[in-house]
C-alpha cells in the first residue's frame, strides 16, 4: 500500500507531530520480505522508547532510530525517507547532536540523488561530510564519501568520482574498515568496467573477492557477484556471467532481498538477450518488473526497461520496444541519468532505423555519439589512465623493495652463520661492516631504478596528454561527421534510402566535410610541432599579400553570413617571419572571427609599428567573452570549443597553434573582449631579420 504523507502543522503540539509521522510510517509499511524483520525491529525500539516516562524527541537514540528507519525505506518508500530526514534533521538541529544532523544530510543526498536533483544531492552530502569531519567521525566519513563520489559518477564526471573514491580508501586503509574498502574498489571496478576497460576492472574485483573473503558475509558477496556477471555479460564471456549471476540469485532469494533480487533478474535477463534467447530474456525481464512494482527505485528501472525494449526488438515488436524505450529515456532524462541516456539513445536509433524513420533514426544517433564523447572525456580519461600508470609504478617500485629486503635477509644470514662460527670481533666487525657496504650499493641501485620509474611516469604522462588531446579532437569533431555520412552512404547503397532523400542530407553534408577538411589541416600542422617536425624557416615576407590571399580564401563563408572583411595593411608591411606558419595564424583567426560574428557583422585587420615589431589585430563585431574564457583561452591544455553564431563547430585547437606559431616566429598573443561587443585578436612579429637560431 503507498504511503500518503500529510500533516497539518499549525496548531499541533510537536511531541503530537512526531506521534503522527511514526504513526503513519508504521501502519503503512506492509513489505513480505527480509526488509520488513529490520523494518519492525526499529519500529518496536521507537515504541519502546517513546512509551518511556521521561521520553523527549530529542534523544539522540530516538533521533537514530528514525535515520535508521529512513534508510530501511529507501528503496520502497522515498517519501518516508524524505520526511524522516527532514525530521531528524530539525531534531538534530534543535538538540545540538551533530553526528544526527551529518547522518540526516546523508539520507537527504540519498533521497534527492535517486530523484535525480545531484545539486541538491551533492549539497547535502557535502554538508554532511563537513560535520563528519569536524567530529572526527571517519566511518560517518567514508560512507558520505562514497556516495558523494557514485553522485560524480552517475553525473558522468568519473574523474571526481575516482579521486573521492582513492581519497576515501586511503582513510578506509588507516582505520581496517574492511566493508567500506570493498564496496569502494568495487566501484571502482565499476568505474573501469563503464569505459570498457575490462581487464583494470577484474583486477580490481579480484582485490574485492579477497576483501570479501575476510569479511564472510554472503550477501556482500552475493551482491558483487551480481555486478561481476554484469561485466562478464558485457564483456561477452556469457558462461562465467551465467555461473556468477545464478549463485547470486540463489543467496538473494533465500534472504528474500527483493530491491537486489529485482537486479539480479533483470541481470540474468541482459545474459539471455547477448544469447538473442529473447522469449527467456523477457521471462527474467518480467520477473524484475513485478517486483519493481513494489520498490521506488526509478534508476534500477532505466536498464531494466531498455533490456525489454531490445528484447522485444528482436522479436520484430516494434511498437512495443519504442515503448519501453521511451519509458527508459523519459526516466533518465527526469533523473539527469547520463549514462542511462547514452543506452536508451542507441535503442531509440535502433528502433527508427528499423522503421525506416530516417531523420529521427539520425538524430538519436547523433545524440548516442555526443553523449559517447562525453563520457569518455580526456579528464576521465585522463583519470583512470594515470591510476593504471600509479598502480603499475607501485607493483614494480614494490618489486624492487622485496628483491631488495631478499638480498639483505641474505645478507643478514651470512652475518649470523659468521657469528656462530667466528669468535674474533675483528672478523665479525668486518663482516658487518661489508654488510653495510652492500646495503648501501643495493639502496643505491634502487634509488636509481626509482629515479628511472619517475621518468618514465613523467614521460608517459606528457605522451597521454598529447594522445588524449588528440583523441578528444578525433572523437568529437571527426567522428561525428564521418559517422553520420558513412550511416547516410551505408542507407543509400543498401538501398534503405531513396535518391531525393539522400539530396536533402547533402547541405548538412556539405557544411561537414569543410569543417572536417578545416580540422584536418590544423591537427597536421598541431601534430607536426608536436612530434618535433616543425622547423621555423624565417624570412622577409609581405603580411598584406598573405591577409588578401586569406581574405579570398574565406570569402565564402564571409558571404554566406554576410560580413565584411576589411583589410587596412599596407604594401609596406614587411615582416621577418616563416610564411607557412603565419599563414596558418591568420587563417585560424580570420575564421575564428567569422564563426563568432552573426549576420552583416564586419572584420577588420590592420596592423601598427612598435619599435622593432609590426602588431597586427583582427577585430570584429561578434558575441565576445567573458572574462573567465579570455584568462584560460592561451592556457597549455585548456581545450576550449564552443559552437558559432550558426553553429559551426570547432576543435579548440586553433588557438593553441596559433600560440606556438607566433612564438617561434619570435612573437606574442593576446586578446581584448567584451560580452556582446565582440573580440580582438592581437599578435607582434619582427619588422626586420634578426639572427635566429634553428628552431623546433
Known sequence: MPLILTYIRTHCTDVFRYAAIIILIICSI???????????????????????????????????????LGYQLRYYNAD??????????????????????????????DYYSDKGDSETAISNYTAGLDIAIELGNKDLSLRIMNNLAGENAY??????????????????????NIKMLSIMNENIANLYASQKDYQQSLDFYKKVKKLNGQIGDEIIIAETLSNLASTYADMGKLDYAMFNINKSVTIFEKHKIIDWLAYTYEIKGKIYLKENKYKWALYWYNQSEMLHRGLDDDRGKIDLFNGMAEAYLGQGKDILSENFAHQAYEISDRIQFMEGNQKCAYTLYRINKNKKNFSRALSFHELYQ??????????????????????????????LIEENEKALAEQQRYIIAALAILVVSIIITLLVYRAEVIQKRLNKELEAKKEILEKRESELQESNETKTKLFSIIGHDLRGPVGALQELLRLYSDGDMEADEFLEFVPKLREDVDHVSFTLNNL??????????????PSLMALESLVSENIKLLSEIAKKKSIKIVSELTENTLTWSDSNQIDIVVRNLISNALKFTPQNGMITISARERDNLWEVSIKDTGVGMDKITVKNLFVKNSNITTYGTDNEKGTGLGLSLCKEMVEKNGGSIWVESALRKGSCFFFTLPKREKSYSKAV
Open 30 to 68: 506492509a513489505n513480505t520480505n527480509a526488509q520488513q524483520k529490520i523494518q519492525k525491529k526499529y519500529e518496536d525500539s521507537i515504541r519502546e522508547i517513546r512509551s518511556q516516562k521521561n521520553f523527549s524527541p530529542k534523544d539522540t537514540l530516538y533521533i537514530d532510530l528514525l535515520s535508521n
Open 80 to 109: 518516508s525517507l524524505l520526511l524522516l530526514s527532514n525530521e531528524t534533521l530539525q531534531l538534530s538541529i534543535d538538540s545540538g547532536y551533530k553526528e544526527g544532523e551529518s547522518r540526516s544530510r546523508l539520507r537527504l543526498g
Open 155 to 176: 553525473k558522468g564526471d568519473y574523474a571526481h568520482a575516482l579521486t573521492g573514491y582513492l581519497e576515501a580508501i586511503e582513510i578506509a586503509e588507516e582505520i581496517g
Open 370 to 399: 555526443k553523449l559517447s564523447d562525453s563520457l569518455s572525456r580526456n579528464e576521465n580519461k585522463k583519470s583512470l589512465t594515470m591510476l593504471k600508470t600509479k598502480t603499475e609504478y607501485d607493483q614494480q617500485k614494490q618489486m
Open 524 to 537: 597536421l600542422s598541431w601534430g607536426h610541432t608536436q612530434m618535433n617536425g616543425a622547423v621555423t624557416k
